[in-house]
């Protein structure tokens, strides 16, 4: 009997498949972190010795890491992949800025409408994205192949039933599905399968002294010099680390000295706190990701 | 042993976890949400600001203090609101044995689709009783559901124990009832617990009131019950998702594996159709191996060039599966829009769609009292016994034997939507025998001698649009110009051959269905064949165009409004409707779905039938029907 990693495995490469056969124009959504970085690996093994059959694309609100930049240019570069770059340029000329207009507007300009942007640009019937179930109670219902309409919405009431490993993948014109074939993942799964599979992540996921300031309760890194430092505030030097990595201002960090795999799988283990909490995004309100889903949020 | 290397030890272990799907059934009142809840809880599966938040909001929905547990899967706004589980939801906790996945699903019986969702790709199923209540109609439902979707292993979980003194006496009752009825409908494995989710009773911490019983608790059991995969005894069973092919040399058929066990140099054949050859290479990924079991996504590339599509299923040729396109099956309808006889739908089996109809619902089931009554359709949430044709052999198991081959869903072809689901009970001998007669003279021969490109002009439109008249002028003028046509209307077919038919949604789908049937043979005859219905639904009249070739099904709309239509009133009919004397009438109280690309819309509301029966015939002569 199949242990749950190699479980895991074979649903998610089975969806992968069953996505890329079924529909005609599929793009996988890169968002640099480690469950996109798990998600990229299953992949190419789902596919191999051929190369997947879609290209990847980053809808980039241009407040990422520098080091998930690098990354993610790097990794492009090593596997020679087809990488698409989409930037909400109406937000730029905006100015949209997390800081002056605030997490939901930011989130809401940078990244779900430049999403919507870059799907329509192409003309994507099909987008693969890392979310897990076990992130947020209103993720728990969303099913594996959740349909958007042509306006890209999500109708948590009318969803399609999913039975066995049967998917539904029928779209009409300028309807599309997303695609999660991490849904049945847990932190640890994600952590676990990294480490046994040896796939490359974002530094910022190991402890390094790093600059960062105190702010509402979370540490922020200073990642530019676009961070502005209120009275009372100042930027010091501590051994942090990030469980999950969005954009800097929005993304809090917890201090740590896991500086291997196995540390920081350990000290998750041990650890008391779920992984979005250093997510400012959820906390605007109860119901919150509910609502930012159905607008067309991944 | 240094720090990092116990570390590495342990997650080492973690690795090889197992993995248990569940599915809990039960309604809010029997305490549900609280018995998962306090799974998580008592196991540490719940971080600390996840329980600062279950204690914030708990303080809300029980003033009077504790932990309200069912805060924490009630997901969806509506659902808070409402109070009451509608989807399904799946948790996610492990242990140091296991990692599990449950399946969350409501009670009542208008979500039996919900459930029967949970409960088809659960291996164990928990089912909660009230001690107070004891088995109601809705355990036996959920009973009988579980048995359906073939889950062997089931927990009777006996709840609220403390609210009935921990009586042994009172949980003895409860189990040996259960027993009955389980043995009664066939299920194989129970085992019952006598828990008190509120206090956490032999959920995962032993009972220290209930020392009568001295079975697992519920989370000893979840740590150890083995659950055989399904298939894994039997012949290799290859569903093809996709072909791999990177350049000329290399050819890999992808898929995972619903059956048995692939080896390198076994000796396969490919269903349907037989063709043999020996697996060559299997991948795992980038890894290539000797053999891969059951549930594993692989590669394998086949020693010889045999061809092999999406849908097709790679087998252990000494012990091939059945292939057949008619069955018997069990059916679960899971959309506001009925399933109905006739009507064509897609149905995704494995890895491969067919078009599909059912041919007869043989009874409806009861789900609370298990009673067969007759159905002409199954309503959400319904469970029947069908015959389901394919229009195509396919290779299968029967449910019971594999899930995976012999379950399927059903999907609505104008909407998309998945409208139900189906698990084969056993194929229909029928279809074995039925082969067709293949004949000399074909229909090329036989459109030749007539000097005619053989079609069918399908006239649709509201009662009293002109569709009969229209129809008349167009054969009357190609019987002039020497083609040879028939005219099927509606008044004349439902006098003879659909005497037997009335107006209800069923009867209008199979009169469509025979109508175009006979206009297909008409076809076959090399005949211009002219059928003037009203056809109001676009899956029946999509059913015929299917039916026939691309260019042989030219759908003329005549358009004319309901005001028109109402105003001429040939037949009266219209009076009658309004009246209430006449029911199902297309346009008053039965809707009409207008064609969204039909080859001719004709506007009837300002154009003159003379003038658009030319329309036609210019139609026929630009598109070279006439020769």
Known sequence: ???????LEAESIHIIREAAAQLGKP???????KDS????HLAMKAFYPARPPFPLMHVDTTWKFREMIEFRDQRAREMGFDLIVHVNQDGVRQGINPFVHGSAVHTDVMKTQGLKQALDKYGFDAAFGGARRDEEKSRAKERVFSFRSANHRWDPKNQRPELWNLY???????????VFPLSNWTELDVWLYIRRENIPVVPLYFAAPRPVVQRGGAWLMADDDRLQLAPGERIEERWVRFRTLGCWPLTGAVESRAETLDEIIHEMLVSRSSERQGRLIDHDQAGSMERKKQEGYF | MSTATQIAATLDALQHKGLLRLLTCGSVDDGKSTLIGRLLHDSGALADDQLATLEKESRRTMPQGGLDFSLLLDGLEAEREQGITIDVAYRYFNTAKRTFIVADTPGHEQYTRNMITGASSAEVALLLVDARKGLLTQTRRHAFLVNLTGIKDVVLVVNKMDMVGHDQAVFAAIRDNFAAYAAEIGLPRVLAIPVSALGGDNVVNRSATMTWYDGPTLLEYLESVQVAPYGAASGLRLPVQTVIRPNQDFRGYAGTIAAGVARVGMSVAVEPGGRTSRIKQILLGDRAVDAAETGRAVTIALEDEVDVSRGEVIADSQSRPPVSDQFTVHMVAMSEQALMPGRPYLVQIGTRQVGAQITHIKHKINVNT?????????????????NIGFDRAVPFETYADNRNMGGFIVIDRISNQTVGCGMIVHPLRRADNIHWQSVIVDKGARAALKHQKPCVLWFTGLSGAGKSTVANLVEKRLAAMGRHTYLLDGDNIRHGLNRDLGFTDEDRVENIRRVAEVAKLFVDAGMIVLSAFISPFRAERRLAREMLAEDEFIEIHVDASLETCQGRDPKGLYAKARQGKLVHFTGIDSPYEPPEHPELHLDADHELAESLADRIIQYLVERKYLE
Do not use: F, P, W
């Open chain 1, 1 to 7: 009997m199949l242990g749950n990693l190699d479980r």
């Open chain 1, 27 to 33: 793009v996988m959504l890169y968002s640099i972190g």
């Open chain 1, 37 to 40: 970085s798990v998600m990229l």
């Open chain 1, 168 to 178: 539904n993948g029928r779209v009409s014109q300028g309807e599309s599905i997303r």
């Open chain 2, 370 to 386: 298990l009673e067969h009554t007759a159905a002409k359709r199954l309503e959400l949430n319904d469970v029947g016994v069908c």
